[in-house]
Each structure stands twice: as structure tokens, then as C-alpha cells.
């Protein structure tokens, strides 16, 4: 079956939670109970930001059914040496489900919001990478930075990927 691109819109928005949910959950990132509580807060904020235009997204189709989905945060951001603008990409929840992975959706989603980020002027595009995603990034041009995030809270579990990076 042919699989293609559309926009998303507030009618993908549970769709995206489960995405994220699940891109949680293969990353063995928190627990179920922390994955719901996430998602219940995500669903309210993506729902704003999708209705404002700050967040764009893409996702992919197949007979009528999504099969992949991806969304860029247009955020403020802080001026730097590099780059003055004050807003910057955020590209996040690049999801593909498990039976149609391997197929280039996550490269196709990706390159059609870098092209929205382009057309709204923005310079400069973060995102944070799963270790199987990496490879991906880097193909497209993407390279590492020094960031670092210091847990400042106790009972937040560290996820094992943070550990082998380094």
C-alpha cells in the first residue's frame, strides 16, 4: 500500500499521545503509571500548541490509518553567538509504528518539517535522539552537543540510554 504525508491537525492529537506513549515505553523510558501521567499532561499542551501554530506536525498514512507521526516545537529561544534569532526547531515524537519501520517514514517526516522550519525563517533545529535513531540524525546532518541535565530530584529513575552515551 502507498504510504503519504499530510499535516497533522487537532484530529491526530491522540494519536500523538499514544506515539509518544509508546516511543516512551520502547525506550524503556519511566514506568506505565509515569507514561499516563505524562501523557494526560502532554494531550492538554500539544492540544494548545497544535490550535496556536507553535507546534507543527506531519504524519503518515496508509489506507486510511497512521502509521507514523513527527512534530516541530517553534519555541523561543535564547540569542547565542552562533545564531540570533530568538526562535528555535524542536523536533519531537518522531514515531513510526513497529510494522512499518525500516521504510524511510521517519526520514520523510523529518525532512518535511525541517522544510516548515525553513519556510518560517528558523536557523537552527534541536532534537533529542534515541539511541536506534541516531544513525538517522547524523545521516540528515544532525550532529551532538555538549548538552548535559543534572536530576535534581531523587525518585526520577535515570533511563539506562543516559548512562551509555558517555
Known amino acids: 500500500m502507498d504510504t503519504h504525508l499530510r499535516p497533522s491537525s487537532l484530529a491526530d492529537l491522540e494519536r ?3 506515539h509518544r506513549i509508546a516511543m516512551f515505553r520502547d525506550m524503556d523510558y519511566g514506568d506505565d ?3 499516563e501521567r505524562m501523557a494526560t499532561a502532554f494531550r492538554d499542551r500539544l492540544r494548545s500548541w497544535l490550535t496556536t501554530g507553535e ?12 502509521v507514523a507521526g513527527a512534530l516541530l516545537q517553534l519555541k523561543e529561544a535564547l540569542p547565542n553567538p552562533l545564531s540570533p534569532q530568538a526562535v528555535r526547531g524542536y523536533l519531537f515524537n518522531v514515531f513510526t509504528e513497529p510494522s512499518h519501520r525500516g521504510h524511510g517514514l521517519a526520514r520523510r517526516m523529518t525532512e518535511a518539517l525541517l522544510d ?15 539511541r536506534d535513531a541516531e544513525t538517522l ?3 540528515m546532518g ?9 536530576v535534581l ?13 558517555r
Open 116 to 130: 516548515v522550519a525553513q519556510t518560517q525563517g528558523v536557523g537552527m533545529v534541536d532534537l533529542h535522539a534515541s
Open 142 to 150: 544532525f550532529e551532538p552537543t555538549p548538552e548535559f541535565r543534572l
Open 55 to 66: 507546534v507543527r506536525g506531519v504524519v503518515a498514512e496508509e489506507g486510511g490509518t497512521v
Open 137 to 139: 540524525y547524523r545521516s
Open 153 to 165: 530530584d531523587p525518585t526520577i529513575r535515570k533511563p539506562g540510554q543516559w548512562l551509555e552515551r
Open 16 to 18: 500523538h499521545v499514544q
Open 33 to 35: 503509571e509515569g507514561r
